[in-house]
């Protein structure tokens, strides 16, 4: 439980890569550990999440050797993981949980699944719905929450149309479509990141995607690769986030992932004003990546709904800390999931910034921040209810605030940032 400081900031300089993208890191391990071969992953994220997913695949009988960034992972081949002899943990992360359970449905054996107290806390109703349409055994606990005991079942291909935009449980069902018979169909209403399609045509497995749509077939063979994953732009958000409210700043961010399912924030930062250029285009293994340059510039504020909120959900909390210093303000539309991430995001941005003397209102399914007018922020102590994005994006308000600012237990970065104050230190000019 360590606090961290932050004191009032000129400007943030320099250039910086951001750690490896976690939602491709997760999919690329799980996807070698299911392939024929050795297979190798560079620049895979150091984030406490990601090492949760290999943690996993060990407890499988999956051999992972990992020198940091660097990870090798002899592929056990779609039928060759093994029972594991005690409950998998997957920590604090969803991603985990969700894409595992995906997995494990299809085995010949029987595996738990648990998580900390905040994803004890998480629904699970969202995957054990259609996994239990395919033919999975799944138990959750009361209100359809973790741990889950998941009893390997011979599966049957759906077509599945999902509820609620979601990318883990999308690639949930195409995970459990692995192993079943016949072909499994996602449809959702909302494009949702699509790492995990990609990842599959990587590693040799035929999908088919239309606009909305992904089937693979089951019984596949996946052939090991050696990738490379690019930066994390959920992470990179919160440095771009800084330069922009700090006067002087230039910034440049090196081999960021671009994938247009993920681009939606630097839209929607475009649309506020916000002077982001993109260099260096390039895509590796079907990922977009490029270097972003950013400088300091004044931000009108706006309104995010629909589709859009979707597609920059781990973005929110930065954007809604963005708003005090924009002319308008920013309004958060359609965001009832944020309730439901690593803590409830919307209770969460709405305490922390009234702390710092911002009169952001919540309601069920969104928040309103108001713009400049509303005055300076002041230093305060904020608890990011041991959420990483709260602190990082209260860290950020916190070096345009007069005063300091404490960030309680400030180490949760590491869920998906672990050097994030460091770098932060060192980019900032005081
Ligand atoms: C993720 C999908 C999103 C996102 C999470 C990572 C993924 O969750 O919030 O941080 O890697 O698939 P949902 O699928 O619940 O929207």
């Not at 439901?340 to 928040?367: C, H, Q, W, Y």
Request: hydrophobic share 40%.
């Amino acid at each position: 439980m360590s606090d961290r400081k932050i004191g009032a900031a000129r400007s943030l300089r320099g250039q910086t890569n951001v750690p490896g993208d976690k939602s491709i890191s997760h999919r690329y391990a799980i996807l070698e550990a299911l392939a024929e071969g050795e297979g190798e992953i560079e620049n895979y994220s150091p984030a406490a999440d990601c090492a949760s997913t290999l943690a996993c695949l060990e407890g499988l009988s999956v051999r992972v050797k990992r020198d940091g960034r660097h990870v090798r992972i002899q592929g056990a081949g779609l039928h060759g993981l093994r029972a594991p002899g005690a409950p998998l943990d997957a920590g604090n992360s969803g991603t985990t949980m969700r894409l595992l359970a995906g997995m494990l449905a299809g085995q010949s054996f029987e595996s738990v699944l648990t998580g900390d107290s905040s994803l004890r806390r998480r629904p699970m109703r969202r995957i054990v719905d259609p996994l239990t349409k395919m033919g999975a055994s799944i138990q959750a606990e009361e209100g359809g929450l973790p741990p889950l005991r998941i009893c390997g079942s011979q599966l049957a291909g759906i077509r599945y149309e999902t509820p609620i935009p979601s990318a883990q449980v999308k690639s949930c069902v195409l995970l459990a479509g692995l192993y079943a018979s016949g072909s499994t169909t996602v449809v959702e209403s909302v494009a949702t990141r699509d790492h995990t399609e990609r990842a599959l045509e990587e590693f040799g497995v035929r999908i088919a995607c239309t606009s909305g749509m992904a089937t693979v077939a089951g019984g596949v063979r996946l052939e090991a690769r050696s990738l490379e994953v690019p930066g994390d732009l959920s992470s990179a958000v919160f440095l771009i986030a800084a330069a922009l409210l700090l006067p002087g700043s230039e910034l440049r961010l090196n081999n960021v992932g671009l994938n247009p399912t993920r681009t939606a924030v630097l839209d929607f930062l475009a649309t506020m004003g916000a002077p982001i250029r993109i260099t260096g285009r390039r895509t590796l293994a079907g990922e977009p990546r490029g270097d972003i340059e950013v400088h300091h510039g004044p931000l009108t504020g706006g309104s995010v709904s629909g589709a859009e909120t979707a597609r920059m959900i781990d973005e929110l909390p930065m954007l809604a800390a963005l708003g005090p210093f924009t002319e308008r303000g920013i309004a958060i539309l359609d965001a009832r999931e944020l309730r439901v991430k690593e803590t409830d995001r919307i209770a969460a941005m709405v305490d922390n910034l009234r702390r710092v003397g911002v009169d952001a209102e919540s309601f069920p399914d969104g928040l309103t921040v108001p713009g400049r007018s509303g005055g300076p922020l002041h230093g305060a102590e904020i608890d990011p209810r041991g959420d990483h994005r709260i602190a990082m994006a209260m860290a950020v308000a916190g070096l345009a605030a007069e005063g300091e600012t404490t960030i309680h237990d400030a180490d949760c970065v590491g869920v998906s940032f672990p050097g994030f104050f460091d770098t932060l230190d060192r980019l900032t000019e005081r």
